[in-house]
């Protein structure tokens, strides 16, 4: 329980010194618009049923007590009244400036591929499955790392579909619920060939892009086609450090993105790297393959492609990268905003067989925001 030692108000905001000596300012429209009665809540779904427009443009705080129980306001001009827990005013009263949102670089451990020393955030399928803690922790480490490499999955076709069922939804595409990532002839992706795939995130053409990536290993017996994961988020943070002006020209320079096929003509345009109003890298799209036609007016372009070289070059620096072998059974669940994979090439001879689907990263979100709760 958060004590209130002490509160003053005039009609524009309440002031609430706490117990702990911490102080908030609650502004008189924040407090009623935020009013969680019965006629401002619906009881059952906690939805707001008020409009801002519902709301009188001159709304003031009219009398403030506190009775014990709760903060009751008396709202001017209309009368309306509103009693508010303490504990939620504590906990969600304005903040002197925003806090980071959850899929920002802010909140985030960023990495080098050496910063793990062999010890990748990792957990056994079974202990995963069963939820409870190791789910928690696996979800946690996508959160914070971008990625969990999974133990001991079942290799049974169709097995990453499950995996996604324990913390999420299935976003299917037009590759279907799931796609098969092995040699084929007129493969209409170079994935589905044995050639090597530079650092990429998926399917930067569609919109939105999948948050959340898994690659299931099935069959592994080639030279060849080892797994390369790195932190985009990261390689952005150096972009920043080493030049800041071919950052925001990343940021701002929003370009096309495409994929054709027989089937199917995708495209999204959006910017290389996304900042939020904080000016935090939320989400990174990189894609050589699947960057359309640029059409950027030609001063533009000569100012595009040395920092979008330079973002390259970072992206190709070993020291950023952490390589392994995905074994069969093994399976690499990663946010697909901001951790970028890469395979070796492999060889003809033997074979590789890989099952990858997508996910979202609300519902990932969704189930680790339960499991952090206690639910
Ligand atoms: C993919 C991909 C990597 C691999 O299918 O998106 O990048 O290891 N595959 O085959
Ligand atoms: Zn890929």
């Known amino acids: 329980m958060s004590e209130i030692a002490q509160f003053r108000h005039d009609c524009d905001a309440l002031e609430i010194t706490w117990a702990d000596g911490s102080a908030c300012r609650l502004p008189a429209l924040w407090l ?53 827990d303490p504990d939620w005013i504590f906990r969600n009263a304005p903040p002197a400036s925003a806090p980071p949102g959850d899929r920002s670089a ?90 090597g795939l530079g650092c990429h995130l998926d399917n930067p053409y569609r919109d939105p892009v999948p948050g959340v990536q898994l690659l299931h290993c ?53 910017p290389l790297i996304e900042i939020d109003d904080r000016g935090d890298i939320v989400k990174i799209r990189y894609n050589n393959r699947s960057i359309d036609t640029l059409r950027l007016p030609p001063v533009r372009l000569a100012e595009f492609y040395p920092a979008y070289r330079h973002f390259a070059e970072i992206l190709e620096r070993e020291s950023l990268q952490l390589e392994f072998r995905l074994e069969p059974g093994q ?4 946010d697909n905003t901001r951790v970028l994979h890469a395979r070796r090439a492999y060889s003809a001879a033997g074979a590789r067989h890989l099952q990858g689907a997508y996910s979202d990263l609300d519902g990932l979100y969704s189930t680790l925001y339960r499991l952090e709760a206690g639910g």
Do not use: M
Not at 331 to 334: E, K, R, S, T, V
């Open 106 to 195: 802010a909140g985030k451990t960023l990495w080098r591929g050496g910063d793990f020393a062999g010890a990748l955030p990792r957990a056994g399928y079974a202990q995963f499955a069963a939820g409870g803690t190791a789910l928690r922790d696996a979800l946690a480490a996508v959160r914070d790392y971008g990625f969990v490499l999974l133990d001991d999955v079942p290799r049974r076709p169709g097995q990453v579909l499950d995996v996604i069922g324990r913390f999420g939804y299935v976003r299917e595409t037009n590759y279907g619920t799931l796609f098969e990532v092995r040699t084929r002839v007129d493969a209409n992706n170079l994935a589905y060939t044995n050639r």
């Open 331 to 334: 399976l690499l669940l990663f």
């Open 32 to 84: 009623r618009d935020h009013c969680r009665g019965p006629e401002c809540r619906d009881p059952v779904s906690g939805q707001r049923l008020v409009n801002i427009t519902d709301i009188p443009a001159d709304v003031a705080i009219g009398r403030a007590e506190f009775d014990g129980a709760g903060l009751i306001v008396e709202f001017a001009p209309d009368g309306h009244r509103s009693q508010f």
């Open 218 to 270: 099935l069959e592994s017996t080639t030279e060849g086609g080892e797994s390369i994961l790195q932190d985009g988020f990261l390689a952005a943070q150096l972009l920043r450090d080493e030049n800041d002006a071919h950052f925001r020209l990343l940021a701002d320079t929003w370009i096309d993105f495409r994929f054709v096929d027989a089937d199917a003509d995708l495209r999204a345009r959006a």
